[in-house]
């Protein structure tokens, strides 16, 4: 009877997350064969089958004994943690199947049985950080040389990958992950979110967000999964995230979206696509050239490296296809003036243009752009970027970039007031009659200053008005202040759109000018802190009832309303 080999990956360790074809295989198997370790972590899927469990660095002996086994016409379970197929007993098996001359037609069956990876169940702890292309390197250099997994670190973090390490130290094994660390840091910021997890899913689980700077001050171990974000990741709320894309095509505050759907995958909205393969339309002279210069370059190289490996002799021929590759890459470098030593050039050649957004005003009071902002922002926008005039006095802008920081020094130099976009809080004020009406100006610059671009559950605008005329609409924000004879009202929960828009409930009148700014403040901690996530503030004044003391009310209060004129 023809044996059968079933190679299987058990997942983290706790069996919820074992799969049931994997269970079924435990079970129907006459011999388990593995680590004993993860023998000991399967014990209450086991009932009589013959185990044999060796220990670490034995994967060779057992991949021949189960092959043995099978052979002779026994059903063998080769167990592996995480999965078979990602460092795991998967590919040995194989290798000694292919020595032993195995055909599928008439040799034993075998069967892969897939498992969760470390890389998935540690990053399920973390929250969403391989969201994007992302990467697995084992930093073990027993069976493989160091010299090689440092350059794949070195690409990935080029490539700007995700990048789960596996094995990345032990007793012995210090220096790798330190090594690791300094190359990654080339490339990305001492900041870059990283999560270390220790027995994902198992009984002494631990689990560390940190960064790639600080990461070695924590325990790190073989059991220890390290995972490095990208420069897009970031962390919140405990969680690690790496956003789904770097093109940020969407936007997550509004219900509707700015692209339709047949618009989202066109070429001017794409622009950093290869779109078909197409030849760019837009290709300049200059382009060309540098596109015929550097063929010729690598025509001439590859004849060169060619020449190179015809006259060297038999000895020299062990050149493997990794050297002449790297090889004709340095010349190329060379040719086109990058020396290989000049890290700051190729980090830089290798950074990730991402799409900056933000909004930008002349100030919360001021609504005049004058004419040399209005030049610095056709400057920082360029060729691929979009400026966008809000209903809010805010021009959004989306920039390709991949200096932020200089973009906001540029911005704020040429006397523009920054917001970030999202949930944040912005604040809105009228212009006070051009200035006129000046008396609660430092009121509206002081909430600006305190809680404008504060992260919120769900984006918070709160509208600030001079006087009684309220022109600028501030009942119609979610918080609403207006100066009245020299105190404030204070209007709260206003819907600001959809059918069902109404205006803030009139809470307070007569509010002293010195204990305003501090009441905002604590209305909108109080929001911050007891919020559910992307609840809107008159939806969480509904729910809660009274926040600050103010009562929510279900019919909005009539009010007798004062004769206003402007300028009361
Ligand atoms: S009329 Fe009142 S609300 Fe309108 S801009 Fe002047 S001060 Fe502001």
């Given amino acids: 009877m023809k044996g059968k080999l079933l190679v299987l990956g058990f997942g983290p ?52 004994a189960a092959v ?5 016409g026994k059903k063998v379970a080769v167990i592996s943690s995480g999965d078979a197929g990602v460092y795991g007993m998967a590919g040995l098996v194989y290798e000694v199947l292919v020595e ?3 055909k599928e037609q008439d040799g034993v069956e075998v ?10 169940s540690c990053a399920s702890l973390l929250g969403a950080p391989i969201m994007h292309d992302a990467c697995t ?13 440092a350059k794949r670190i070195d690409a990935a973090g080029q490539a700007d990958f995700v990048i789960s390490l596996y094995n990345p ?26 999560g270390l997890v220790k027995s994902a899913y198992r009984e002494r689980e631990q689990v560390v967000l940190t960064t790639l700077e600080n990461m070695l001050e924590h325990d790190i171990g073989m059991l220890t999964t390290v995972i490095i974000g990208n420069s897009t990741t970031f962390f919140y709320e405990k969680r690690m995230i790496t956003p789904r894309g770097y093109q940020r095509k969407y936007t997550l505050n509004t219900l509707k979206q700015r692209l339709k759907p047949h618009e989202r995958l066109k070429r001017e909205n794409e622009p950093w696509a290869l779109h078909g393969g197409q030849e760019e339309v837009t290709n300049t002279a200059s382009q060309k050239v540098q596109k015929e210069k550097s063929a010729t370059a690598v025509q001439t190289v590859q004849e060169e490296v060619s020449a190179t490996v015809v006259e060297t002799d038999k000895e020299e021929s062990r050149l493997t296809a990794l050297q002449t590759a790297e090889d004709a890459l340095r010349r190329i470098d060379e040719r086109n003036g990058i020396s290989s030593k000049n890290v700051d050039t190729i980090s830089t050649a290798n950074k990730v243009e991402s799409i900056f957004e933000l909004a930008v005003s002349p100030g919360v009071v001021n609504k005049k752009f004058t004419p040399k902002q209005l030049l610095i922002l056709a400057e920082v926008i360029g060729e691929k970027g979009t400026m966008e005039y809000t209903p809010h006095h805010q021009i959004l802008l989306q920039i390709p970039t991949s200096e ?19 949930d944040v809080i912005s604040v809105k004020a009228c212009d006070f009659c051009d200035g006129e009406k000046k008396d609660s100006i430092p009121y509206a610059d002081e909430i600006q200053d305190r809680l404008g671009g504060l992260d919120v559950p769900k984006e918070l605008r709160i509208g600030f008005n001079g006087c009684g005329m309220a022109c600028y609409g501030a009942v119609q924000d979610d ?43 604590s209305i909108v901690k109080e929001y911050k802190e007891n919020g559910h996530p992307n609840e809107r503030f008159f939806k969480y004044f509904k729910r809660v009832k009274r926040v600050k003391g103010f009562q929510y009310q279900d019919v909005a209060p009539k009010i007798k309303v004062e004769p206003a004129p402007c300028g009361d």
């Fill in 169 to 194: 130290k032990s007793g012995k094994r210090t220096r790798q992950i330190v090594e690791a660390q300094q190359i990654l840091l080339n490339y990305r910021s001492p900041n870059t979110p990283v």
């Fill in 100 to 102: 032993r001359g195995w």
């Fill in 13 to 64: 360790g706790n069996h919820e997350h074992t799969t049931e074809r994997c269970k079924e295989a435990i079970v129907e198997s006459d011999c388990i064969i593995g680590y004993k370790t993860y023998v000991e972590l399967i014990q209450e899927l086991i009932t009589d089958q013959k185990i044999i469990s060796t220990g670490m660095s034995e994967e060779v002996s057992r991949a021949q």
């Fill in 404 to 422: 932020p920081g200089q973009v906001t020094e540029q911005l704020e130099d040429a006397g523009f007031l920054l917001s970030p976009i999202g």
């Fill in 479 to 521: 918080i609403g202040i207006v100066f009245r004879k020299g105190k404030f009202d204070l209007f709260l929960g206003a819907k600001t759109v959809g059918r069902t828009a109404h205006s803030g409930q009139p809470v307070s009148e007569g509010i002293e000018p010195d204990k305003l700014v501090d009441l905002v403040e």
């Fill in 68 to 72: 043995d086994l099978a052979e002779q």
């Fill in 111 to 120: 069967e892969v049985i897939p498992g969760i990876s470390a890389i998935n």
């Fill in 137 to 149: 390197i084992s930093l073990s250099d027993h069976l493989t040389p160091w010299e090689l997994i």
